[in-house]
Structures are given as C-alpha cells and as structure tokens.
C-alpha cells in the first residue's frame, strides 16, 4: 500500500542582508530632508514675525482706500485732487479710532488749519509717544502744485497710523511718492506699508519686518529646495519661464 503523498516544504528565500543606498541617491535624500528642515524653520520665524510688510507701487488716483493688515476692510483713505489748477493730497481714516500722526507747522495748509499729517522720515518711531489725530488730514494743497502743508518739499517719505484691530491700538506706516508740481492723476504713489501685529507696539517707519522672504518659493530659495525634487526642477528653470506660469 503506497503511502500518501506528503506536499513537499515550502523553500523559504534566504534572508538577505539591507542593501546601502547608492552613495549619490543617499545625498540627494540626505539633501532633501536637510533642506525641508531648514524650509519648514523658515516657514516658521516668517509666521513669527511681528511686522507685516505689503510691497505695492499704486498711483494714488482721487480716492485709494488703504488696508493696511489686509483684511478686507479700508482702514484710512489717501486723497489727491486737482481742480482748475488747485491741488490738494491727504488722508483721512475711516472706523472710529483710527488716528494718524500729526504735525502743526507754521506753513499748513493753507485754509484747512494747522493740524496735518506729518511727513515722517525713514526709522522715525509711530509709537504711543507720538500725537496721533483724526484732523491730521491734509497732506499738501496749493495752485498748480503743492505749496503748502508738511508734504509740499518731500519728495518720499512716511506716514504714521495708530488703528484698531479688535478694539487693540496697532501702528503702521505707509510710504508715499510726491511729484509737488502739477500732475493730475500722478500727485502721489504708494510704495508700500507694514503694521505691527502686537497691540500697543512702535513701529519704525519703514520697517518691513525679519524673515518675510526666507520662506518664500522663489528661485533659489529655501522653500522650494524644500519641495525636493520637484523644488529643484523648479529651481533650476530660468526666472522667466517661473514669471509666465
């Protein structure tokens, strides 16, 4: 009598040892996450930041409504008028509260009173120290230029804001081009403006704040070498072919 047939033992694949990553794949992996960490640090510290700074270059044409922390709710509204030759440039702020750093000169606008808006240089500080006013409207007026007013011989400079955000004061700065002669539709451009996010805390005028670009994905940076591969495909196309996309 034969004996039933037994089914023959599994053969089990002998155990291998891990096999290293080839050495340029391993740097590039190596690569990769030093860089994600280092992207993700960035990331960080620009979260962090304390002053929050919007580039823009905007001819102030009649009425330009500003929003300075980009809520979607004007905080002050910058004017430039001409009229049969009278030309005028201020500012007035919209919710209540809101404030902007005054000056009184001997030579105001002329008319209008001699509280105004103050010409501020570059790392001047718009802090609780400063008078802040809701009158300091005007900038600079006058005939067939601007004569008169704090504004009329500058050429670029800063005003100064104490607005509300929440029911908490907040500072911020804007800074303006002034063209003083006659130029209808082109008195004055807006080059930019920051805001500090810490209730009750000077800002220097111009400051635009620490670590804004770091984590920006822009060619050669740290954020899109952080993408890995695909962040160094991009970062290797040229600046034009990044700017159409």
Partial sequence: MNSPSRK??????SAKS????ARP??????????????????GTR???????Y????????????????NDGIPDFRIL?????GISYLGVSPIPKG???????????CSGIGPVTAAALNAGAEIGPGVSFQRSANCMAAGFSGLNYGPWADVKSGYLGFAFVIG???HYGWARLYVNQFYCRGCQARLEGYAYETVAGKAIRAGDEGKGADEASVAPGSLGMLALGAPGLDLWKRPKNELAKQ
Avoid: C, W
């Avoid at 794949?25 to 960035?42: I, Q």
């Fill in 8 to 13: 023959p033992a599994a053969v089990r694949p």
């Fill in 18 to 21: 891990p096999q290293p990553l």
């Fill in 25 to 42: 794949l391993s740097r590039r992996l190596f690569a990769y996450a030093t860089m994600a960490g280092a992207g993700v640090a960035a």
């Fill in 46 to 52: 620009a979260a962090e930041a304390e002053v929050v």
């Fill in 54 to 69: 919007t580039p823009t270059h905007s001819n102030i044409h009649f009425n330009y409504p500003l929003d300075l922390n």
């Fill in 80 to 84: 430039s008028s001409s009229l049969s």
């Fill in 98 to 108: 809101n404030k902007i750093a005054a000056s009184v000169l001997i030579r105001t």
């Fill in 167 to 169: 029911g908490q004061v």
